[in-house]
T-cell receptor, first 112, second 114 residues
Framework: AQTVTQSQPEMSVQEAETVTLSCTYDTSENNYYLFWYKQPPSRQMILVIRQEAYKQQNATENRFSVNFQKAAKSFSLKISDSQLGDTAMYFCASLYGQNFVFGPGTRLSVLP | DTGVSQDPRHKITKRGQNVTFRCDPISEHNRLYWYRQTLGQGPEFLTYFQNEAQLEKSRLLSDRFSAERPKGSFSTLEIQRTEQGDSAMYLC????????????FGPGTRLTVL
């Protein structure tokens, strides 16, 4: 069975600073995908970034980038130049086939 | 493209009543997923459809839960004889045939069972 762990229940960062959210996962599969989703307060889940496990290059999307360490089964998210609108719950998730497993989330607060 | 929509957004019901939720996926998305999210937790997979076929069901989906997607477009999730433990956010997501690994989520239906 796949599991996803996020060890930081809550984090805060000053506006314009950089923050890194941690995620580790456990799978016996070789072919899988990893995701970070963002869920703002009272709003729907939004895809932030995705990574294909067979690609060594770390995915980036504007201010968001990941550090994918396949051997360590680690998939951290770095947010650069944090903005107030980044305040949200962030969920790390893994997908193998149709089995989508989410972590418990990290609540990020961006402080003015 | 209007995104995934869900109706209702909120539902309050008394224990023992039946409730039904609806999900409309993004047009031309052939896969549709249901998840349950309790407070402070990540979403948990319930079931998914490819077109009208229900291909996988989680053990979380007890006999009181049933999902349908009769014409391969919208889907309904029914909970019979609701219990207080059913109180949660029910999320729907869809994905396209071309990029099946990326799911787009709806706003959810928040169920409160009194």
């Amino acid at each position: 069975a796949q599991t996803v762990t996020q060890s930081q229940p809550e984090m805060s960062v000053q506006e314009a600073e950089t923050v890194t959210l941690s995620c580790t996962y456990d799978t016996s599969e070789n072919n899988y995908y990893l995701f970070w989703y963002k869920q703002p307060p009272s709003r729907q889940m939004i895809l932030v970034i995705r990574q294909e496990a067979y690609k060594q290059q770390n995915a980036t999307e504007n201010r968001f980038s990941v550090n994918f360490q396949k051997a360590a089964k680690s998939f951290s998210l770095k947010i650069s130049d944090s903005q107030l609108g980044d305040t949200a719950m962030y969920f790390c998730a893994s997908l193998y086939g149709q089995n989508f497993v989410f972590g418990p989330g990290t609540r990020l607060s961006v402080l003015p | 493209d209007t995104g995934v929509s869900q109706d209702p957004r909120h539902k309050i019901t008394k224990r023992g009543q039946n409730v039904t939720f609806r999900c409309d996926p993004i047009s031309e998305h052939n896969r549709l997923y249901w998840y349950r999210q309790t407070l402070g937790q990540g979403p948990e997979f319930l079931t998914y459809f490819q077109n009208e076929a229900q291909l996988e069901k989680s053990r979380l989906l007890s006999d009181r839960f049933s999902a349908e997607r009769p014409k391969g477009s919208f889907s309904t999730l029914e909970i019979q004889r609701t219990e207080q433990g059913d109180s949660a956010m029910y999320l729907c997501a869809s994905s396209s045939p071309e990029v099946t690994d990326t799911q787009y989520f709806g706003p959810g239906t928040r169920l409160t069972v009194l």
